[in-house]
């Protein structure tokens, strides 16, 4: 299994799915560290490196100014509320923190930019509306973390990562269009986005962080990866710990065929849930044909489903069956609980 940024996998498949992943703005405290070191070899190397350096300030405040840098090849505009963001040449960056908490800004328009760098946009509340471009390779850590107002996102197609905690408390956010060119949504990248209805996660996607989606009250309806027949350039297998934990009105849940990961209470706590089908590929260890371990459905997946009372298993999966709504291994022509349906009561005896 792949490692991710910020997380750290047991892939041992006798032990239990255990992942550590940092709180969604962990950078915060790295970063000072790393400035700290890098001072300190800058002391070392003697000062007259410095008029070398082309160094863009931060800016200062929760006010912008009219116009001016904000970072690497970026230069800024602000007039009567929207900010427009310009870059030259293919690396144009905006720096960490530059725009941190500036409540004045209402709307965020992007021109030519590869990186939107850490917490960039961090606590602008006022901020409505925003535009990424395709230009956008990532969208780092916490880039609009409780951006509490932002009701109109457009993601283009072109954006491969959207970073850790990159829209995390962005609770007026109602539609989310993620563009088939997204590879990588990773751990807390809209945790306790409460306003969002629907999400078509396409078949682009090859990994959903830990904490991903936690939190999303108000999240009715899941696609996850749907190839609707067309297996060509498939990718999407892995569904992280807690991704979708305490989504309380999730009852509409589509798994693609491809899915080979369900982690530890990835779907903790979905308590309208009432019915899940497993995909074609998915087991409850997965196995490459080298021999390496690869991911599986995890005990507790679904902990806390209280409505959840049947499990079915895709046509043409070999490894998994139903019976009467419980899910079961197929091993060596032999068959062993796997899971249990939480929303059920009473006592039930395994054929």
Request: aromatic share 8%; net charge negative.
């Amino acid at each position: 299994m792949k490692r991710k940024t910020g997380e750290i996998v047991n892939n041992n498949p006798a032990s239990k799915y255990i992942t550590i992943a940092s709180s969604k703005c962990m950078m915060t405290t790295l970063s000072k560290y790393i400035s700290i070191i890098m001072m300190s070899l800058f002391l070392i190397m003697g000062l007259a490196v410095l008029p070398q350096m082309r160094i863009v300030a931060h800016a200062q405040g929760t006010t912008t100014d009219a116009s001016g840098e904000c970072g690497e090849n970026a230069t800024y505009a602000f007039d009567n509320g929207v900010l427009t963001i310009t870059g030259t040449g293919s690396s144009a960056t905006i720096a960490e923190d530059f725009f941190k908490e500036h409540t004045d800004i209402k709307e965020v328009v992007i021109e030519n930019i590869y990186s939107i760098r850490y917490r960039a946009f961090m606590g602008c509340t006022g901020i409505t509306k925003v535009i990424i471009p395709g230009t956008v390779y990532d969208i780092k850590t916490c880039a609009f973390d409780g951006c509490t107002s932002l009701s109109d996102l457009t993601i283009e197609n072109g954006v491969d990562t959207i970073g850790p905690g990159a829209f995390s408390g962005c609770t007026s956010l109602v539609d989310l269009n993620i563009p088939e060119s997204v590879t990588m949504i990773q751990s807390e990248a809209f945790d306790g986005c409460t306003g969002l209805k629907e999400l078509v996660i396409p078949k682009s996607v090859e990994y959903i962080g830990n904490f991903a989606f936690r939190g999303c009250t108000g999240l009715e309806k899941v696609v996850i990866g749907d190839t609707a027949g067309d297996t060509a350039n498939y990718r999407a297998d892995e569904i992280g710990i807690s991704a979708f934990e305490g989504c309380t009105s999730l009852k509409d849940l589509t798994l693609g065929e491809n899915i080979k990961t369900i982690a530890f209470e990835a779907f903790k706590d979905c308590t309208s849930l009432t019915s899940v089908t497993m995909p074609k590929n998915i087991a409850q260890v997965w196995i490459d044909d080298t021999g390496i371990y690869q991911g599986g459905i995890y005990a507790g997946a679904f902990n806390g489903c209280t409505k959840l009372k049947n499990y079915y298993v895709a046509s043409g999966n070999n490894k998994l069956t139903s019976i009467d709504g419980v899910l079961f291994t197929k091993i060596g022509g032999k068959q062993k609980l796997l899971l249990y349906p939480p929303g059920r009561s009473g006592e039930y005896t395994v054929p």
